[in-house]
């Protein structure tokens, strides 16, 4: 397809496990982003890679989430140890770089029981 | 720390009814300011890049425009299919990450 590519759709698992979300960005597309979005909130910055590089992770809340990007284009979240309040849905985005629009996939709902 | 406020929370007007949603922002070296849509259980959708007060975009019933401390999304004569949540987000030099608010809820009532 031509959009941003997220899988699963939603995730259900029990508190302590481990989990990996998957981004498959726009083809072309330098820059990749992470992001966290709770009810009622905007979205908040995990992560940002240009190519296969994590040019800022500032946003990881703490060691138990991860990301890759391998090969510069598809990049995988992983949370270890889940916890109830990592419930929420992580966006992934895309871009050219520089200052061109970061377009989204559609998330992954991720819920923690 | 860049800071995005967005007002109202919520919105509802009737069809065809013109309205305005304010994005009030506070950064250091804006870079951009953009503005989303969201519809339930789906990502932001990306509307518009602004880069400089004075500026203004325009897309079917929408207009945004930009100074220095604010930015407005107008809509104009808007239809049920406008009725979604509206994101404003920006970057500032340096950072690529978007800091957003916390988005109007527009409803338009048939």
């Known amino acids: 397809g031509a959009g941003v590519s997220q899988t699963p759709s939603n995730k259900v698992t029990e508190k302590g496990k481990y989990v990996e979300l998957r981004c498959d960005p726009i083809s072309g597309h330098t820059a990749l982003y992470w992001y966290r979005q709770s009810l009622g909130q905007g979205p908040e910055f995990l992560i940002y890679?240009?190519?296969?590089?994590?040019?800022?992770d500032s946003g990881l809340p703490n060691d138990r989430f991860f990301a890759v990007r391998p090969e510069g284009s598809v990049s995988t979240l992983k949370i270890q140890r889940t916890e109830r309040g990592d419930s929420a849905v992580y966006l992934c985005?895309?871009?050219?770089?520089?200052?061109?629009?970061?377009?989204f996939g559609d998330g992954t709902r991720l819920s923690i029981l | 720390e860049d800071q995005v406020t967005q007002s109202p929370e919520a919105l509802r007007l009737q069809e065809g009814e013109s309205s305005s949603l304010n994005c009030s922002y506070t950064v250091s070296g804006l870079r951009g300011l953009f503005w989303y849509r969201q519809d339930p259980g789906k990502g932001p959708e990306f509307l518009f890049t602004?880069?400089?007060a004075g500026e203004e975009k325009e897309k079917e019933r929408l207009k945004a425009t930009l100074t220095k401390k604010e930015s407005f999304l107008h809509i104009t004569a808007p239809k049920p299919e406008d009725s979604a949540t509206y994101l404003c987000a920006v970057t500032h030099f340096g950072n690529e990450k978007l800091t957003f608010g916390t988005g109007t809820r527009l409803t338009i009532i048939p």
């Open positions: 602004l880069y400089s």
């Open positions: 890679f240009q190519g296969t590089g994590a040019a800022d």
């Open positions: 985005a895309s871009s050219g770089g520089g200052n061109q629009p970061q377009h």
